[in-house]
């Protein structure tokens, strides 16, 4: 077994942080991230208000804190929505004969000819801004990766030994393919969702900075970025930290994706 290089545990670590911050906010400040006090706007880093206030006088620490939430829903909501809709066409392209596959084929091919931003905004447009709307929007972006994956792993195993020993037992295609062909096609496919949740993670972020995400005063780190960078001349602070915290975020996340994806490729050969 391979181990963890000091590089991963970092990520690890930083995973397991950004988690925390999202599932229990409490743990890691106990100021109010909407609170405004005007008497202390633009306060620089230091002690009381460690990473500085924004331009109502806000912690920017407890907005950064609580700005985690919606910042991972948004990534992980439509990571795992376009991996079940993207597991669910990718089987029936692969099994369900050549006219269900031209016709799954060719409606990919529509979704990813459409610009993604273009194709979030119509989705916004339906639905209205938010984080949900959001979700929905960029699952369909990730959709198209995730069902060509599951299909090209579905063809291949469904010539693999023990899928035609299931089959001579008498099994049905549905149990077989349930019980055996999705569970060993999911790693490729678990690989790709966590390369993608960092990509997700921006795309989010950057519907949050153009007013499509999560609505105010609810903290976002997209949202943050867009507020600040018009006191840029005033304080740097207010959008230094959401973006480092973006960066570290995404680059966490992003590390062990790769090496997932380069474990499981060592697997298979």
């Known amino acids: 077994m391979r181990k963890l290089k000091p590089g991963l545990w970092l990520a690890v670590a930083g995973l397991v942080i950004l988690a925390g911050m999202a599932a229990v906010p409490g743990l890691f400040t106990t100021a109010d991230p909407d609170a405004a006090d005007l008497s202390a706007t633009f306060t620089p880093p230091g002690p009381g208000h460690w990473l500085g206030t924004d331009e109502n006088g806000r912690d920017l620490w407890a907005r950064i804190v609580y700005g985690a939430r919606p910042s991972l829903l948004i990534g992980a909501g439509s990571v795992a929505l376009a991996?079940?809709?993207?597991?669910?066409?990718?089987?029936a392209s692969a099994q369900l004969?050549?006219?269900?596959?031209?016709?799954?084929?060719?409606?990919?091919?529509?979704?990813?000819?459409?610009?993604?931003?273009?194709?979030?905004?119509?989705?916004?447009?339906?639905l209205g801004p938010g984080a949900f709307p959001a979700m929905v929007g960029l699952s369909l972006v990730g959709l198209p990766g995730f069902a060509r994956v599951v299909r090209a792993e579905v063809?291949?195993?469904?010539?693999?030994?023990?899928?035609?020993?299931?089959?001579?037992?008498?099994?049905?295609?549905?149990?077989?393919?349930?019980?055996?062909?999705?569970?060993?096609?999911?790693?490729?496919?678990?690989?790709?969702?966590?390369?993608?949740?960092?990509?997700?993670?921006?795309?989010?972020?950057?519907?949050?900075?153009?007013?499509?995400?999560?609505?105010?005063?609810?903290?976002?780190?997209?949202a943050m970025l867009a507020t600040s960078r018009r006191t840029l001349s005033v304080a740097w602070w207010p959008a230094a930290f959401p973006g480092l915290a973006l960066t570290l975020a995404v680059l966490a996340i992003t590390t062990l994706g790769q090496d997932l994806q380069r474990r499981i490729a060592g697997r298979s050969r």
């Not at 991996?83 to 089987?91: F, H, K, N, P």
């Not at 031209?102 to 447009?125: D, K």
């Not at 549905?174 to 990509?199: D, E, I, K, Q």
């Open 97 to 126: 004969g050549r006219v269900t596959d031209q016709v799954l084929g060719r409606s990919l091919e529509v979704l990813l000819s459409v610009p993604w931003l273009l194709l979030v905004f119509l989705v916004v447009a339906v």
């Open 155 to 222: 063809l291949r195993l469904r010539a693999a030994p023990f899928v035609e020993a299931a089959h001579g037992f008498g099994w049905t295609r549905a149990r077989v393919v349930l019980r055996h062909v999705v569970p060993n096609a999911l790693g490729p496919v678990l690989a790709l969702a966590t390369v993608s949740l960092g990509a997700m993670i921006v795309a989010g972020s950057s519907l949050g900075f153009v007013g499509l995400g999560p609505r105010p005063p609810t903290a976002e780190w997209g």
């Open 83 to 91: 991996l079940l809709a993207g597991t669910v066409i990718g089987v």
